[in-house]
């Protein structure tokens, strides 16, 4: 019931820009938006297995999302999470470790506007058993630990009780908080989900603006992230 106005997000460096010229005196701004919203079009998730050894039917997923804003190359919202999935599962392989449950490497499409990979899928995939979903969306910062989608003090420590397997990887910070978009289906359908937590500080100075491109990732803050993520993943597939 509201009239619908025209917005637009601005990056750090535009908002500091009118903050001083504000500071200054009055500011008049023209805004040109070119931005357009299109018809759908097909897309596709990406999906890799690490199969079960024991349980192969029962499923814990690890994933982040493909797609980007276009104003930068999304590397850190969300291709550092794609890595970090990728490279989670590459880890485990090259180690010879074959869990019990099946580990599900899951690249989500269309998450920024309209979280139809999530959706179509939990259509797909909803009726496994699926045991675990860990997302990684929050940028490729130094490792600080893992959220858990639950205030269920019975569901939080048994996870907080792992956090010393994290400290050498500097996450080891684990506790009540969300689990992520693109695997919320699986959270509200009563899968245990996490999510990643790397440093945050300086997420926003890149979030969906022109700075978010891959000479902004650290290289070894991006490999411990991915060892959070293959070790929490593992753990969760081998759990009785």
């Not at 018809?39 to 997923?61: I, M």
């Not at 969300?178 to 996490?194: E, F, R």
Request: glycine content about 12%.
């Amino acid at each position: 019931g509201v009239p619908k106005i025209p917005a637009a997000a601005v990056t750090l460096e535009g908002a500091e820009y009118l903050q001083r010229e504000a500071a200054r005196g009055p500011v008049r701004v023209e805004l040109r938006m070119g931005a357009k919203l299109l018809p759908d079009a097909t897309s596709a998730n990406v999906v890799a297995e690490l199969r079960g050894r024991e349980k192969p039917e029962e499923v814990v997923v690890i994933g982040g999302h493909i797609d980007s804003w276009d104003v930068g190359d999304g590397s850190t919202d969300d291709g550092s999470g794609c890595l970090m999935a990728m490279e989670a599962a590459l880890m485990l392989h090259e180690l010879g470790l074959v869990p019990r449950r099946t580990i599900r490497v899951v690249l989500f499409t269309n998450e920024e506007n309209g979280l139809q990979g999530a959706k179509a899928y939990f259509e797909a995939h909803g009726q496994e058993k699926h045991v675990g979903a860990i997302e990684a969306d929050s940028g490729a910062g130094a490792p600080r630990g893992l959220d858990v989608a639950s205030e269920d003090e019975a569901v939080v420590r048994p996870l907080a009780d792992l956090a010393p397997l994290f400290q050498g990887l500097g996450a080891s910070r684990i506790g009540a908080g969300w689990g992520g978009a693109d695997i919320a289906p699986l959270t509200d359908a009563g899968v245990l989900s996490l999510s990643v937590r790397p440093d945050g500080s300086r997420y926003f100075d890149l979030h969906h603006s022109p700075a978010d491109t891959i000479e902004k990732i650290d290289p070894a803050h991006l490999q411990k992230n991915a060892a959070v993520m293959a070790l929490m993943a593992y753990i969760l597939a081998e759990r009785e």
